[in-house]
């Protein structure tokens, strides 16, 4: 018999998979567009921001550098919750495949959000190394960035690998999760220029976004400036959104799955 | 010595909302034997496998897999299980082998178990010289053939066949059931659904007749030909519209009316067609042929298998 925890890890090793042969083609989405975004926003344009108290005293790459680990969390995580888990269900239907052995479906669940956790830890190590690499990082609180970022992201993804499993036809109504969230949210939660600096009836918008959260963590852990009692609130909201997300995963598998 | 039965089910239900999908049946399907469920698309056929597969929940009644109930025990009995979908889930993007390894690993057999049998199971689906391809462009019969060989890679005890060969062409088909014979003689029990009466007789030891979720009959493909039918029916065809049954209806024991054709059932075809003849009967053209469990399906239902 299957160990709970065995099922979930062999889910996640069938995915590992189907990474090894296939991983050329999410290079881009997941590696290279982070990589442009820093080196076009941080290094130049950048170059004509002067260091300053929003800055934190440093060069504006070095300030972007561990929001856009955050950012970068949220964009892999959009990718990796959507259309892969439609497709388990529909086109591929390998989740179908997998529910017919001793695999449960809410241990599919668990695993599927088990692989996206190690996408994106992967994705973002080599990201983290890269823009070290390049000199974007103030110091090895970077590390630590990293682990808010991959935290980041999972707010994001569980709740999202929630919602995909529930629905159905071709995936439109992915189309506005990209459009009204998370566009907007790269653009105006924080990554470039503190919130601080919105409108005032534009903050709260950017006060709920898991990358808000997120992008003061890695921040905080970059520049190894940290307040107790905000960093403990941000961990426990982006905890509380994967924990959500995760509840709701199990939950829509099994009712899609269990027929 | 009596064995106990792999499969028992006792006024086993599925409901979806309102519709009775399966609407309460009895089935004892034993050891080393290959029992079928025959009957049209939309005949619960389908549900009633997801339900054996302990994949689906029963709505109502009793079931028995392998000796144990699926609700309390699913995980258990679901690894000595063999399923094969009606549609196919392998992953595409992945070749053949891995398709196969993947899948055994699943079962929580070690790496080494899943290669070896991955090579065995290759040569058995005749796909050995397309093992490290991937699975995208194979061919409908070659996608179909992985899939049961899938299914094989923990050794099942209970084999279950959701329409193994629709959609195939007649030589992709013959190939597939050449294969199921093979697991049939080495012991494997085989359940197989199937709206094609010529698979429920080559495949079935013994089957049932499904019909709006309910079994309309039982029995082993001759003994239901035997009770339900004749010997022998004589086909005649006209034209769409200008069948009349009237001049034969006392040539047999019974006449049913096609859109295209009468056909009378009788134990001499032949002396049917001869009479028919005499009497001025003048169809496009005239078969005699053996009966056929589509010939039962019809006599049970009033419909035939395959609109």
């Known amino acids: ?9 062999l889910v996640v090793e ?12 999410t290079v881009f989405s997941s590696l290279l567009s982070p990589v442009f975004f820093l080196v076009a926003m941080g290094f130049g344009l950048g170059s004509q921001i002067q260091p300053g108290g929003l800055t934190h005293g440093y060069s504006y790459v070095v300030y972007l550098m561990p929001a856009m680990l955050a950012a970068a969390a949220i964009q892999n995580a959009a990718g990796e919750s959507t259309f892969p888990i439609l497709s388990g269900f529909k086109w591929s239907r390998v989740y179908w495949g997998m529910t017919a052995t001793p695999i449960t479906p809410a241990q599919v669940a668990t695993g599927q959000l088990l692989w996206i956790l190690g996408r994106l830890t992967f994705s973002l190590t080599v990201f983290a190394i890269i823009g070290t690499a390049l000199g974007a990082a103030a110091g090895p609180g970077i590390v630590l960035s990293l682990v808010f970022a991959v935290l980041t992201g999972m707010a994001f993804a569980a709740p999202l690998v929630a919602f995909a499993a529930t629905v159905e036809g071709e995936g439109d109504k992915f189309n506005p999760v990209f459009r009204f969230i998370v566009l907007p949210m790269t653009l105006l939660a924080g990554t470039f220029y503190p919130v601080s600096e919105l409108p005032a009836v534009v903050r709260p918008l950017a006060w709920i976004t898991p990358l808000w959260h997120g992008t003061e963590l890695t921040r905080a852990a970059a520049f190894w400036n940290f307040e107790l009692w905000p960093v403990l609130g941000h961990v426990a909201y982006l905890l509380a959104l994967s924990a959500v997300g995760w509840f709701l995963t199990v939950r829509y598998f099994r009712r899609r799955l269990e027929v | 010595m009596s064995v106990d039965p792999l499969v028992l089910a006792e006024g086993l239900t599925k409901r979806f909302g309102d519709f009775e999908a399966v609407a309460g049946i009895d089935i004892e399907v034993r050891k080393g034997e290959a029992f079928g469920f025959l009957g049209p698309n939309g005949a619960g056929k389908s549900s009633t496998m997801r339900m054996v597969a302990c994949v689906s929940p029963r709505s109502g009644g009793e079931l028995r897999v392998l000796g144990m109930d699926p609700t309390v025990e699913g995980p258990k009995i679901r690894a000595r299980l063999g399923v ?23 079962f929580g057999l070690s790496r080494k178990h899943v290669r070896d049998k991955a090579a065995e199971l290759l040569e058995f689906a005749q796909l050995a010289d397309r093992a490290d391809d991937e699975v995208e462009p194979l061919s409908g019969g070659m996608k179909r053939r992985l899939t049961i060989a899938r299914s094989l890679v923990n050794d099942p005890e209970l084999l279950l066949l959701d329409e193994p060969t629709t959609g195939l062409d007649p030589q992709a088909r013959h190939l597939l059931w050449d294969r199921l014979f093979r697991l049939k003689q080495q012991g494997v029990t085989l359940i197989v659904t199937t ?14 007749v499904m019909d709006k979720g309910r079994i309309a009959a039982e029995g082993s493909p001759s003994q239901l030909i035997d009770r339900y039918s004749t010997k022998e029916v004589l086909e005649l065809r006209f034209p769409p519209g200008e069948q009349d049954p009237e001049p034969v209806r006392d040539l047999g024991e019974r006449v049913e009316v096609l859109p295209d054709r009468v056909l009378v059932y009788t134990t001499d075809g032949e002396a049917a067609l001869a009479a028919a003849h005499t009497r001025g009967v003048t169809p496009v053209s005239s078969l005699v042929r053996r009966s056929t469990l589509e010939d039962v399906f019809l006599r049970l239902t009033g419909r035939t298998l395959v609109d």
């Open chain 1, 1 to 9: 018999m299957l160990r709970p925890w065995q099922a979930r890890l």
């Open chain 2, 195 to 208: 709206h094609y009466m010529d698979e429920a007789e080559q495949l079935c030891d013994r089957l049932v």
């Open chain 1, 14 to 25: 069938s995915m590992w998979t189907w990474y090894r042969r296939n991983w050329r083609a």
């Open chain 2, 84 to 106: 094969v979908p009606q549609q196919d889930n392998l992953d595409n993007e992945l070749t053949v082998r891995q398709n196969l390894q993947v899948y055994g690993r699943y």
